[in-house]
């Protein structure tokens, strides 16, 4: 096991490129399969790259809110202190890589954003308080538990089919998380994975020899203060805990209001309200707030550079035609035993092209669907499977890792030699269990 990880760690440094290299890489991949897979033309294909190039920009907003009010929140003190009590319980570098994998996956699956941030600042945490850790595989650990996020709170496909006047209500109804989310077979898989995962990464410890450490000291924070008989009025209000109190207290009665009313609905805009407006008032005052956000904000600078080469590539899968033909070509080969395998691994592949779930099941929706109805499969579990695929190779597709390295001030080169090992043990488990369960 030591010779594959060191192997897998050399291969992963020396070719993985940036991660804006591999998005263009992935832009000219996906023009020159258009012009061979398809009917399209040179000048069509750009075309499709050129219309789909902004076609994200609300949703990458959300993104990047995502990223930045759930980073607000997990840096506040509240949570800090929170997860350094989490980390005294680490003793050892092995329990340390257990530990950070079992939150990330437990915030993960509560939200995806969440978990990303979380993960990344937890990890960062126990780099400070656990001596000999290798500080990549912590990182590749926090990230690991990303591959459950769509089978939990924040999974855009079960809860886009849970609402009412989705985009194929009239094939298929409203579909019940009950059936997708807290259906037994899904709650197998996580719970194997939340099992298999962390003692796998423990498993990818490299040797003394080839651990990698930080110097704790790199994270310790200075605080700037002023001095009270110099602080002007503004000041004072930068500092003031009664305005983040009120603005905080409002945003909290909206919520409070809204979950009356709907229930609990989440989507990604009520999750960002409740980061942001949790961030307010754990942070105290404006001036601590807005120092953390101007902090998230760096680690969103990739999300913004990068998603709309992602959406282009989107514009060329789906104008196309070229998702659908790479979607009917695991759907031809399928049987009502092996359906399920093969919606999870086209998605998978699809992911790599088509980065959002709820762009992929835009995509991948109609033949799956179709398939699923002629050879008499569960719809739901169908959907599932397709949120498995789109969750699972996320863990080698750099774009999502961006926010992640971002925090921990790492390359992606860095960890994905990990991530690959990952990568197979997860699908094995999610494989097998959408199989046979």
Known sequence: MKAVISLSNRIMQRYLPDPFLFVVILTLAVFGFGL????????????????????????????????????????????????????????????????VTVVSMIASWINWGFGLVIGALFAKELAKRVKGVDYRLLIASAYSGFVVWHAGFSGSIPLSIATEGHPFQDMIGV????????????????????????????????????????????????????????????????????????????????????????????NLDIVNFLFLFLGILFHGTPKRFLASVQEAIKGASGIVIQFPFYAGIMGMMTASGLAVVMSEAFVSISNDMTFY????????????????????????????????????????????????????????????????????????KDIMGYCVIILIISGVVISLGLLFL
């Open 341 to 412: 395998f093969f919606a999870f691994l086209s998605a998978g592949i699809v992911n790599f092209f088509v980065p959002s779930g709820g762009g992929q099941w835009a995509v991948q929706a109609p033949i799956m669907l179709d398939a699923a109805q002629t050879l008499d499969a569960s719809v739901a579990k169908t959907a599932m499977a397709v949120a498995w695929g789109d969750a699972w190779t996320n863990l080698i597709q750099p774009f999502w890792a961006l926010p992640a390295l971002a925090i921990a001030g790492l390359k992606a």
């Open 36 to 99: 061979i897979f398809t009917e399209s033309t040179s000048l069509e294909m750009v075309q499709y790259w050129g219309n789909g190039f902004w076609s994200l920009l609300a949703f990458s907003m959300q993104m990047v809110l995502v990223l930045v009010t759930g980073y607000v929140l997990a840096s506040s003190p509240l949570f800090k202190r929170f997860l350094g009590f989490l980390a005294s319980f680490a003793k050892s570098p092995g329990s340390a890589i257990v530990i």
């Open 175 to 266: 579909i019940s998380t009950s059936e997708t989310i807290f259906a037994t077979s899904t709650l197998i898989i996580v719970l194997a994975l939340f099992i298999i995962l962390p003692f796998a990464n423990r498993m990818l410890m490299p040797s003394k020899e080839e651990t990698i450490t930080v110097d704790p000291s790199i994270f310790h924070e200075t605080a700037s203060t002023l001095e009270k008989e110099t602080l002007t009025p503004a000041d004072r209000l930068e500092n003031s805990m009664i305005l983040s109190i009120i603005v905080g207290v409002l945003g909290i009665a909206f919520l409070f209001s809204y979950f009356v009313q709907n229930g609990f609905a989440i």
